[in-house]
């Protein structure tokens, strides 16, 4: 139960960082900088929300040039274009080795 609640927070937190992306044109940075979160870790879990999935990465990671594209799409009026496919499911992997 704990664990279902943890992950509708962190979707939450995933969908208000791409809110402020797009909408308030905050940067990747900015963005990460609100949740707590290092700018490293933005791009794979913007990647996984519904406003820019369908613009990430063949490495699963929403750019700087992605959301810009996105942001001109959405400035047009353009529907995001369909994912090419799930981005696999975030790791955690270890930086070194003690």
């Known amino acids: 139960m704990l664990t279902e609640a943890q992950q509708l927070l962190n ?3 995933d969908e208000a960082m791409a809110a402020a992306v797009l909408e ?3 940067s990747l940075r900015q963005a990460g900088q609100l949740a707590d979160l290092s700018e490293n870790a933005v791009g794979p ?3 996984r929300t519904s406003r820019l999935g369908a613009y990430a990465s ?3 990671r ?8 996105a ?3 959405a400035e047009l ?3 995001a274009p369909a994912p090419q496919s799930a981005p696999p499911p975030l790791k955690f992997r270890r930086r070194r080795d003690t």
């Open 77 to 79: 009026g353009r529907p």
């Open 71 to 73: 942001r001109y799409d």
């Open 45 to 47: 879990r913007l990647a």
């Open 11 to 13: 979707r939450a937190v």
């Open 24 to 26: 308030e044109g905050a």
């Open 58 to 60: 063949d490495k699963g």
């Open 62 to 69: 929403v750019t700087r040039t992605s959301v810009e594209r």
